[in-house]
């Protein structure tokens, strides 16, 4: 039988991480996927907050894993714990580089570059999803299905924007192509 255990401190917080580092995600694909949530402000609301809600997603994250590692007495010297807990420790990596460049200073030094740094955050992504499955397999909470939800429902979101930058991009290389050729 199935059975949700109930959920301890630690994962929680894991919970709150996810959910806040998910909004994080959301203004970008909202104002692309669902284009009509521009009207209601959403979009833009969440885009001016995002960098509180990225760094409250890191130092969630943060607490999440110095309960765990204090619970756990973990030691990530040892190359076998560092294996077994390598999609948190890559994802929580990511979160770090990330808090740390969510400044004015590091977007005015890092130009372009930041940008692209902050791209990080699609893998991590991944990184996640492998990390929620992987550690509560066996286990799950009553926060586990709403985490993987979560997390999946933003993965289809993100593919379905990808797509859609992809068409809109050919569409616009066909525009410019097209007088080109009418002329030849």
Excluded: C
Aim: proline letters at 4%; charged letters at 15%; hydrophobic letters at 50%.
């Amino acid at each position: 039988m199935f059975v949700l255990d109930s959920f301890p401190l630690p994962n929680f917080l894991g919970f709150l991480a996810l959910f806040s580092y998910v909004i994080t995600l959301l203004p970008t694909i909202l104002k692309i996927v669902f284009p009509k949530t521009k009207e209601t402000g959403i979009p833009k609301w969440l885009l001016k907050h995002r960098r509180f809600i990225g760094v409250m997603a890191f130092f969630l994250a943060l607490a999440h894993g110095y309960l765990l590692i204090e619970k756990r007495q973990l030691d990530f010297f040892d190359p076998k714990t560092f294996w077994v807990y390598v999609q948190g420790i890559s994802t929580f990596t990511i979160f770090t580089i990330l808090a740390i460049t969510s400044n004015d200073w590091s977007v005015k030094k890092l130009k372009k570059n930041w940008k692209q740094l902050h791209k990080l955050t699609y893998l991590a992504m991944f990184f996640l999803t492998w990390h929620i499955w992987d550690k509560m397999a066996g286990h799950w909470t009553y926060l586990t299905p709403i985490g993987i939800v979560l997390i999946a429902g933003i993965i289809i979101l993100f593919l379905v924007r990808l797509q859609l930058e992809r068409q809109n991009q050919q569409q616009k290389d066909l525009t410019k192509t097209s007088p080109t050729k009418i002329a030849q």
